[in-house]
């Protein structure tokens, strides 16, 4: 894939804020001659080395100095973007950067579009489209988990087994195909059984794969959790006591759209979102509709519900009802808190604590860990699917793989079976981005910050 | 001067948040080796060359790879603090940021402390005291002339000018030195009319950059502006249109410890902090009392005061005495709003203006330009000041050589006068960090952010 764009791109790679250094990147044909129009150091950057380092001053049109830099310069093919390529590392102040890029504007260069450094890098062929997508999740992880995933998909493990899927079901589709063209012939290169198994073990591989995502989403997404049950019964000693025994995160995610307020925890590298749903209640009042509706909305989108009840209170069948109506039983977790007034509770729970002491917290933690998993464990070397656009492109996939084998059991023709098997093919290339729309690209780099 | 300090110390250099790219600073002999420790490239770090920039990859001890990396390598004396230097640029996420320093945390680095690489810069006699303190100012700076003037500072023109005056008086107090070790003799060395001369040539250097300071003191901190008056007058109308017609800046500085709302403009790229006091009326109301209280508090630490009228309250007395008591005549300018309503008033008045047809607010702003400014205007090449420290230490060293030209015209010993000249040495030597104490460069440094 050859990628030409004349356009000089420039924008600031770190965050906004005072601090000792800041970033400017560039990158396009023949940056480093712009980035000399606004340098004094020792030397031309144009006469150095790729990879070197050089000290000097930026100025401006009027000789007068803006800040004293470092700028590394990148000679093509050898930067991140494919690109010739310059940084410029200054004191960081945001109205230095923008002097900068100011300069820089004048000088026939453009502010890059959110993602366009990266999207460039896979145009240029640096990277696969799925590893693109995974240089955002890297970024915008919130657990070590999720930035364990991300750093997978980057390193290209879910690429290669994407990409080994695909070069199996293209030897096959392109015997197939061979076949088609000595039709006439009636030869057959690829016997009938051979390709059935060989499909039915390639949908294997991409079950396999889509298997992987809810744990891929629960890495990178977290998981919700809601905490429901009568007034009283220990729900905000419970959400304290959580925040207290795990790692509580700092939640700093501009555009947060759910207004209801929520805490977020880490237990052992999973975000879980903990929801305390005060709406629900065996009493039925009139005034408090609104918070049953958003407590029922609660529910229907948690992964797991902490049913709570003290020993009073004994998990009232009419918000059991409201519960079970709303999501499915395993996802409930019925616990019994303040143990330590009452030791030998007959009442049924999945698990009894006391906020109080501490008592039986350790253990629901990892009752929460186990049902958000559902038991599943990946090494870092398996691939794992975290991204809901690879999910349905993998999802069509084996769809069109199972329509294909179904055809050559009722022993359809050739020409029908191999529609099929390209259409499958191509949705495993927009994965990686081998074919891929501009509509697609343009959707996937608009979710990027500016600068990288 | 020789500074040898072993320990290697690592800080993240850019702000937190998500991000393009991220910096972490290295800094201490054989850091590169410890990097290498990190660090999996194409060949080991330590034999590269200084000033070269290298892609890897940071692995932990379990060879987990966190993240892929640039790093560059400085050998010393050829970096920022003049020691053998790292910086690893990963991606923009606070959790790979912590989990590099924590790797490095293992291998003897230490947190660096706020300002460290800056204090190692000036303890190995990479930049002066002064030039030290610019680069606070240089990072911390929130308008154009504020940049500005630390820019000066960090390019040393405080530093010369003030090594100058301090130079030419070692000249001669070494005269009047040696003098004394030939008292015996009595020879004079230099006649007391040179003396008396050359000293109040140095006294008139001190007093000249003395007064740049109200100028300093302008463009670093910038101007408060206090809006007072009767209510319905259009304070509010004037704040808001003062917003409108200039470059309204977002605070968010943090730690604003003054919990009155304010909005900050910029004009001309100087600083004006408007407050908009609603406490002070002409009615006394024993309820706002605390309005009152707060209102003075701010009329008194406020360069500028605008005393907002109306054409139907013409510029009460009551307010006007409660202004004079707590601050001079002089930085109080009578603005009359609304005569879009009377065209033709004769009420006394510094300025009319119409919130609601902008006329006459131009006026204004060059109006409060140039209270704040004083007439004072200097250039990029001139010495300003802008720190308290050293204008304290300047102000001594003046009072000391004014003492000492009494003592030399009343014939006292030569003795007394070196003592005195001595001592105004050390206090222009405090200023570039000549000799300053352990506490007074902690002070300094512990102001500084983190990383640099």
């Known amino acids: 894939m050859n990628f030409i764009n004349e356009d000089i791109i420039t924008a600031i790679a770190t965050p ?50 803006l800040d004293d830099v470092l700028v590394s310069i990148f000679k093509a093919p050898n930067s991140y973007t494919g690109e010739e390529s310059v940084e410029i590392s200054h004191h960081g102040n945001p109205i230095i950067s923008q002097q900068i890029i100011a300069l820089l504007l004048k000088h026939n ?6 993602g366009e450094f990266t999207k460039r890098a ?16 890297v970024i915008s992880s919130r657990t070590i988990s999720s930035l364990k995933g991300s750093r997978n998909q980057l390193d290209g493990i879910l690429s290669e087994y994407v990409t080994t899927l695909r070069d199996s079901l ?34 294997e591989g991409i079950t396999n794969l889509l298997s992987t995502y809810s744990f891929g989403k629960v890495i990178t997404e977290g998981v919700n959790v809601a905490i429901v049950g009568e007034p009283n019964v220990g729900k905000s000693s419970l959400l304290n006591k959580l925040l207290k025994e795990s790692r509580a995160i700092v939640s700093e995610i501009p555009g947060t759209t759910r207004d209801i307020i929520h805490e977020d925890i880490e237990i052992d590298g999973i975000l879980f979102k903990l929801f305390d749903t005060a709406g629900l209640r065996s009493t039925s009042d009139k005034i408090e509709k609104e918070g049953v509706t958003r407590a029922i909305e609660i529910i229907k989108t948690a992964d797991v519900v902490l049913f709570v009840s003290d020993l009073e209170n ?7 009802t409201q ?71 993998l999802y069509k996939a084996k769809e069109l793989l199972e329509k294909a084998v179904g055809s050559i059991k009722q022993n359809y023709s050739g020409e029908f079976i191999s529609v099929d098997l390209r259409s499958a093919e191509n949705q495993l290339n927009e994965i990686i981005g081998v074919v891929t729309s501009d509509d697609i690209l343009n959707n996937i780099f608009s979710k990027f910050c500016i600068g990288k």
Chains 1, 2 share one sequence.
């Open 109 to 114: 260069v453009r502010v890059a579009e959110p």
């Open 323 to 393: 519960l079970t109506e709303n999501c499915e039983i395993e996802r409930i977790i019925k616990v019994l808190n303040k143990i330590d007034l009452v030791r030998n509770s007959t009442i049924f729970s999945d698990i009894k604590i006391s906020c109080k002491t501490g008592e039986g917290i350790d253990t629901l933690l990892s009752l929460l860990k186990k049902k958000a998993l559902h038991g599943e464990i990946y090494t870092e070397k398996t691939a794992i699917l975290t991204n809901v656009r690879h999910f349905n492109a």
């Open 122 to 137: 896979f145009l240029n062929g640096r990277i696969d489209l799925a590893q693109a997508e995974a240089v955002i999740d």
């Open 314 to 320: 004994s998990f009232p069948d009419s918000i059991y």
């Open 170 to 203: 293209v030897d096959f589709s392109s015997l197939l195909e061979v076949e088609l063209d000595f039709a006439e012939e009636d030869l057959e290169f690829v016997s009938r059984n051979d390709l059935i198994s060989k499909l039915e073990e390639i949908v």
């Open 16 to 65: 906004p804020g005072n601090s000792a250094l800041a970033i400017i990147r560039i990158s396009g044909k023949n940056c480093i001659e712009i980035a000399d129009k606004i340098f004094i150091g020792k030397k031309p950057l144009v006469e150095s080395d790729s990879h070197t380092i050089h000290y000097g001053k930026v100025i401006d049109e009027s000789q007068t100095v």
